[in-house]
Every structure is written in C-alpha cells, then in structure tokens.
C-alpha cells in the first residue's frame, strides 16, 4: 500500500510537473524524508513483532518455527490473522496438556514450555497491536498526504488556469495594441497622403499661379519687344539719313583730301627717291660691314665649336669611366649581398626547382633593412617567407657606406630573386 501511494505520488508530482511548473512553495519540504522514516518505523514494528524471547528451558516444537517463518517472509497485513492462527493452535495444544492431570501429572519442563510459549504469544499480540495502530497511523498520514498532494495538484492546476488566463490577457492586449498601432499607422499614412494631396495642390496651384505669371510677363516683354522694335526702327532710319549726309560731307572731304594726297605724294615720290639712293649707299656700306662681321663670327664660332668638342670628349671619357667604375661599385655590392643572402637562406624542404620569388629590399643610409616586400610571389608562404628572413639575417650590409653617395642612392632599393640553388 505504501509502495502504490508511492507511486501515485509520483505520478501525481509527474503530471503536475507536465501541466505547468508553477513556483516553489517554500513551505514545501517534499515527502521523500518523511516516507523514508515512515518505512522504517514499520520495519522496527514488524521486526519487533516477530523477534521471540530467548528460551532458557526448552526449544519451541516444529509449529511454532513454521509460524514465525511464515511470519517473517509476509507482510504485516497478514500478521493478524497468522497471530490469531498461533493463538489457536496454541490454545489447541494447551486443551490436552488441560485435560491430562485427570490421568497424569504434567512434567514441570513442559508447563514452562508452555508457559514460555503463552509468554510469546502476548508479546506477539502486544506487538500485533502496536503494529496494526501505526498501520493505521500509516494510514492515517498516507490520507493526509494524498490530500496534501490533492491539494497541492488542484493548487498546481489552478495556478496554471490563473497563468493561461494571464498568457491569454497578454496577448489579447498584445493584439488590441497591435491593433491600436495599426490603427495609427493607417490613420498617420492617410493623415500624410491627404498632406501629400494638399500639398501637390498647392503646388499645382502655384505651378498655375507661376505660368500665370509667365504668359503676363511674356506678354509684357512682347509688347516691349515690339515698343523697342518700333523705336529701333525710327532710330535706324534717322541714323539712315544722318549717314547718308555724313555720307555727303565725307566724299566732299575725300575728295579734297585727295587733292592734298596727289600734291603731298609728288613731293614724297621725289624725297622718297632721294632717300632710296642715300639708302641704297648706307645698305650697300652696312652689307659689307655685316659681311666682314659675320665671318668675323664664323670663325669664333669655329673654335669656339672646336673647343667645345675637344670638352665633350674629355667629358665623355671621364664619364665612361666613372659609369664603369660605379658599375663596377655596383656590381661588387650586389655580389657581396648575394653571397651573403645565400649563406643564409634556409631553403624549404617542400621547394622545387621551379619556384621563383622576387623580393623588394629597402636599406638604409647604413645598410640595414628597413623594409622587404614580395614583388612577385612564388605561390608558396613557406618559401617567399624564408626568402624575407634570409635578406633579414643577411643583413645589415655596411658595405654600402663605402660607396659613393650617388651609388649609395641608386643601391638603397634593388630586388632579388630567389630560386632553389639561384639568388639574383
């Protein structure tokens, strides 16, 4: 019976706990502890009941170690009426041992096996009776608890009612608020497209109101259009005639003047002819002077080119073997870099012969690294990784102080290529 309310309340707690987990009461301390020590308790009543006294006399008879076996292996619901089954065989054992003095005296030992046995039976029952007023205890308690959990599933149930109840508040108001904002939404565009009308209609109104305007001033402008051509008109042919008496005055003073021009042009022709002939002996002198000049400048431009060549080539040489001896510089730096690069390049185990790298190195006034940059990569981290770190252990290249400062300007910024057995 425990191990059935056991489960129920399991099942109970299960159901309640699948309906809704509502909040923990503090006050509940759950039954776990309590039907532990109810169980127990039952097991020192029947364990109690069943121990018998020690026997100092005789051992009991075969019926009466059946009985507290059979006793031992069943449960204390049957105990009462295995008891009253002892009882009755005790008592039916006791009605010979009664009738007996009649015929014979009772051995002593007997009567206190006897005795012994009736002793153990009272004990038995006293046990029996407490056993059975705990059971109902048990039982009892096992009432109260399946109340408690009654009531604690009708609260667990009420509890989830009150919270679906509140879900469905929510979400009712949810959706009217969703509603409310639709509403609002609806009632702010229709507000904003009667703004929108309003406003094309004004500006309608106004794009009315404007053309309006332009057809009046377009209007006033074509009559004063036609005013100024009018005007424009009597001007040109006042003008017209202004003209045409200038026109009469200036072939008057055209004519006069040209009068004066064929006096003034005999008297030029015949200086204009004086002048020609003092012209010509002053050009014919000149000429000759420029003549005399001009050779006079050939010549010093001849030896001036002369010289200048005689320059060049000096020049020229000088040049050659300063270009061949800062080629030579050069040449000599980058072999000294190359040979040192290659000391210390660690060639990946993975790389093959035809990979190829071109690193881009920057130096500085001392011939340390400031920077190298892949130019071209060779497709591999690896290699154009351990390329970099060759030209950085390699590094600095002091022999780069003693160069000439202009070679030490063009040597700053080179590139090198890296190939398996080959660094150019």
Same mark, same amino acid.
């Given at each position: 019976m425990w191990a059935c309310y056991l489960n129920r309340h399991k099942m109970v707690k299960g159901s309640a706990h699948m309906a809704v987990k509502p909040p923990r009461d503090p006050q509940d301390v759950g039954y776990t502890w309590p039907a532990v020590l109810a169980v127990a308790v039952h097991l020192l009543v029947v364990f109690f009941s069943l121990v018998s006294l020690p026997s100092s006399t005789a051992e009991p008879d075969s019926s009466s170690i059946v009985q507290a076996t059979l006793v031992s292996t069943e449960t204390?619901?049957? +105990?009462?009426?295995?008891?009253?089954?002892?009882?009755?065989?005790?008592?039916?054992?006791?009605?010979p041992d009664v009738a007996e003095p009649a015929?014979?005296?009772?051995?002593?030992?007997?009567?206190?096996?006897?005795?012994?046995?009736?002793?153990?039976?009272?004990?038995?029952? !006293?046990?029996q009776a407490r056993a059975e007023e705990q059971a109902r205890e048990l039982q009892e308690a096992q009432a109260q608890a399946e109340a408690e959990a009654q009531r604690r599933e009708e609260e667990a149930q009420r509890l989830a009612e009150q919270q679906e109840a509140e879900a469905q508040a929510r979400e009712q108001s949810q959706r009217e608020a969703e509603a409310e904002a639709q509403r609002q939404r609806e009632a702010e565009a229709e @507000?904003?497209? +009667?703004? !929108?009308?309003?406003?094309?209609?004004?500006?309608?109104? !106004?794009?009315?109101?404007?053309? #309006?305007?332009?057809?009046?001033? !377009?209007?006033?402008?074509?009559? +004063?259009?036609? @005013?100024?051509?009018?005007?424009?008109?009597?001007?040109?042919?006042?003008? #017209?005639?202004?003209?045409?008496?200038?026109? &009469?005055?200036?072939?008057?003073?055209?004519?006069?003047?040209? &009068?004066?021009?064929?006096?003034?042009?005999?008297?030029?022709?015949?200086?204009?002819?004086? @002048?020609?002939?003092e012209a010509q002996r002053q050009r014919e002198a000149e000429a000759e002077a420029q003549r005399q000049l001009e050779a006079e400048a050939e010549a010093q431009r001849q030896r001036e080119a002369e010289a200048a060549r005689q320059r060049q080539l000096a020049g020229?040489? #000088?040049a050659a073997a300063n270009a061949q001896q800062a080629q030579q510089a050069a040449n000599s730096f980058i072999n000294i870099v190359r040979r040192a690069v290659e000391q210390a390049w660690l060639i990946p185990a993975g790389a093959s012969d035809t990979m190829s790298a071109?690193? #881009?190195?920057?130096? $500085?006034?001392? $011939?340390?690294?400031?920077?190298?940059?892949?130019?071209?990569?060779? $497709?591999?981290?690896?290699?154009?990784?351990?390329?970099? +770190?060759?030209?950085?252990?390699?590094?600095?290249?002091?022999?780069?102080?003693?160069?000439?400062?202009e070679l030490q300007r063009n040597l700053r910024q080179f590139n090198l290529r890296f190939t398996p057995g080959d660094v150019r």
């Open positions: 204390f619901t049957d +105990q009462a009426q295995q008891t009253t089954e002892q009882q009755a065989a005790l008592n039916g054992s006791d009605k015929l014979e005296e009772p051995d002593t030992r007997e009567q206190e096996a006897l005795q012994q046995q009736a002793d153990e039976a009272a004990a038995r029952e !006293e046990a @507000a904003q497209r +009667q703004r !929108e009308a309003e406003a094309e209609a004004q500006r309608q109104r !106004e794009a009315e109101a404007e053309a #309006q305007r332009q057809r009046e001033a !377009e209007a006033e402008a074509q009559r +004063q259009r036609e @005013a100024e051509a009018q005007r424009q008109r009597e001007a040109e042919a006042e003008a #017209q005639r202004q003209r045409e008496a200038e026109a &009469a005055a200036q072939r008057q003073r055209e004519a006069e003047a040209e &009068a004066q021009r064929q006096r003034e042009a005999e008297a030029a022709a015949q200086r204009q002819r004086e @002048a020609e002939v020229e040489a #000088q071109t690193i #881009q190195v920057r130096l $500085g006034p001392s $011939g340390e690294v400031l920077l190298t940059t892949i130019a071209s990569s060779s $497709g591999d981290s690896a290699f154009d990784r351990s390329a970099m +770190q060759a030209v950085e252990h390699a590094a600095p290249f002091s022999e780069l102080r003693d160069l000439p400062a």
